[in-house]
Structure formats: C-alpha cells, structure tokens
C-alpha cells in the first residue's frame, strides 16, 4: 500500500498519439491535510475512495489505501467534498514495462498537463519520452489536492 511515483511536466500533445486508454476523470476532496488526503473520484463509470498519508521528505513515496464505491456513492460524496473540484482526462501510454499517466486539466487548471509513472522501487530507472519535461516529484503545488484549493489559473507566470 506504498505508493511511489514520480511526476513531470509535459512539454507537447505527442503523448495522445501513444495513448492506449483515456478517460474522464472528476474529483473531489473530502480532506486536504497534508499528513491525510482523502479523495472521492469518478473515473469514467467508477467511484473511488482514496486516502493518501504523508509524503516522503523526496516525495517519492507515501502510504495510499483506495476502495472502489458505486458512482452514486462517489456523486452524493462529491456534494460535501471542499471547494475546488478537479476535472480532466487521463491518457494511458506504455513504455516498457511501464505506464505513464498523463493528466490534461480543464476548468481552473486548464493548461496544466502532468504525466505521473510509478515505480516498484525509489531507484528505479525508466526510459524518458521526448514529450516529458521538467520533474515535479514532490512540489506540493502540484499534487491534486492542492490544484483543488490553489488552482494552475492563479499562478503567477
């Protein structure tokens, strides 16, 4: 239940022409703290309740528990998540042995496109696509649940 994962910007659309799977994705928060995150989704046609704990002091990993609930369930929890609801569609590309999930935002993060990959172990090695940029892993401004309460619109260019 460790997730590791690693997070980057994405510098061009090249990414959708490998894209084996998209999907739609809504998102809310039911809590922000940064020691426990819980998060209501719907991913296409399933709700999904996460809790995340505490990253890492790299940001690498943190403890994450997700439990699959009915998309009704997901849409009344929705209704009391806090404000900043998360909307964007979620490409699938695979290199290797590996998957890259790329994350176009829409709404007050539009413009703001971030693959994330995970990893089986904090020093594992992967190939980098062309369309990956600068690394994010582990600045809080891009994690979802501070896009939700700080959103991509409002930064400072």
């Known amino acids: ?6 997070k980057f910007l994405v510098v061009s659309n090249d990414y959708k022409t490998k894209a084996f799977n998209h ?3 809504i998102q809310g928060f039911l809590n ?3 020691e426990r995150t819980v998060r ?5 046609n399933q709700g999904f ?8 002091s790299n940001g690498l990993s943190r403890f994450e528990w997700e439990k699959e609930i009915s998309t009704e369930e997901a849409e009344m ?4 998540c806090e404000p900043g609801v998360i909307d964007k569609t979620r490409y699938e590309v695979k290199i290797d042995n590996l998957i890259f999930e790329i994350d176009e935002f829409y709404g007050d993060n539009e413009g703001l496109i971030i693959a994330e990959i995970e990893l089986e172990n904090e020093n594992d090695t ?15 401004k891009y994690y979802n649940s501070q896009l ?6 409002l930064w400072k260019k």
């Open 32 to 34: 922000t703290h940064k």
């Open 126 to 140: 992967f190939l980098k696509p062309s369309w990956l940029g600068e690394e994010v892993t582990g600045n809080i």
């Open 1 to 6: 239940m460790i997730e590791i994962e690693r």
């Open 77 to 80: 929890l929705l209704k009391i």
């Open 49 to 56: 309740l996460t809790v995340k704990g505490l990253s890492t």
């Open 23 to 25: 999907t739609r994705i």
């Open 40 to 44: 209501v989704r719907i991913k296409g």
């Open 148 to 153: 939700s309460k700080q959103p991509f619109k």
